[in-house]
């Protein structure tokens, strides 16, 4: 089982929709949970985090946190075709350490 | 403030050589982690640097090696290079861990990476 999952996609939203990406730990003892956005051949951009249970919003992006579940996802509401991109999960604190995990990113398309 | 800045940004080179990457934290922060992402993939981490110590390393064999200097800047070093090291490298920068009280929260920020290309 790998550390960190996410649906590789492609995921196709109609602009003006809202776009729901998923990612699962395996670890219960992670502490902390990022999303990035990667354009193609750029590096990853920190879109924002979350470390308790419930929802984070900023702006169109609400982050979800579910510990129980060890479940993350991110919600971009009002799609636009800017928002395509790469979306990486990403995971600290597994194993009581330093290291963060990313998962391989699912890829969003929004079309106009 | 300045950001993460890495060098250079692009890189060629043949199998068997050496290859140095260089990093410059973002203004305030004093940790840097390195990663490798290969295309279609997500980064995969390499090592962190704090207090010019190797903090945590992953899955990568001694052929990679690191180093941080005093005023935090940090050094990625790959001997006897192969074919599939062909990859982007990213150095990330963040606070200590616990600086915000609280465990984990080293939110890491990206510099733009160095693309090396092993031929």
């Known amino acids: 089982q790998k550390e960190v999952e996410q649906n590789s996609g492609p995921l196709s939203v109609p602009e003006g929709a809202i776009a729901s990406l998923n990612c699962t730990y395996s670890d219960r003892g992670s502490q902390s949970f990022f999303w990035y956005r990667q354009y193609s051949g750029k590096s990853p951009e920190l879109i924002m985090f979350?470390?308790?249970?419930g929802d984070k919003e900023d702006g169109r992006f609400t982050a979800q946190l579910n510990k129980a579940s060890q479940y993350v996802s991110l919600l971009i509401r009002d799609s636009q075709p800017s928002d395509s991109a790469t979306y990486l999960c990403a995971v600290n604190g597994l194993g009581g350490g330093f290291k963060t995990i990313f998962g391989a990113g699912t890829r969003l398309f929004v079309k106009a | 403030d300045a950001g993460v800045t890495q060098s250079p940004t692009h890189l060629i080179k043949t199998r068997g050589q050496q290859v140095t990457l260089r990093c410059s934290p973002k203004?305030?922060?004093?940790?840097v982690s390195w990663y490798q992402q290969a295309l279609g993939q997500g980064p995969q981490f390499i090592f962190q640097?704090?207090?010019?110590?190797?903090?945590q390393r992953g899955n990568f064999p001694d052929r990679f090696s690191g180093h941080q200097f005093p005023n935090y800047s940090s050094e990625l070093n790959v001997n006897a290079l192969l074919l599939g090291d062909s990859a982007l490298y990213l150095c990330?920068?963040?606070?200590?861990?616990?600086?915000?009280?609280?465990?984990?929260?080293?939110?890491?920020?990206f510099g733009p990476g160095t693309r090396l290309t092993v031929l």
């Open positions: 979350i470390y308790s249970n």
């Open positions: 990330a920068s963040s606070l200590p861990r616990g600086t915000s009280g609280r465990a984990g929260t080293d939110t890491q920020y």
């Open positions: 203004s305030g922060h004093d940790t």
């Open positions: 640097y704090y207090e010019e110590e190797e903090r």
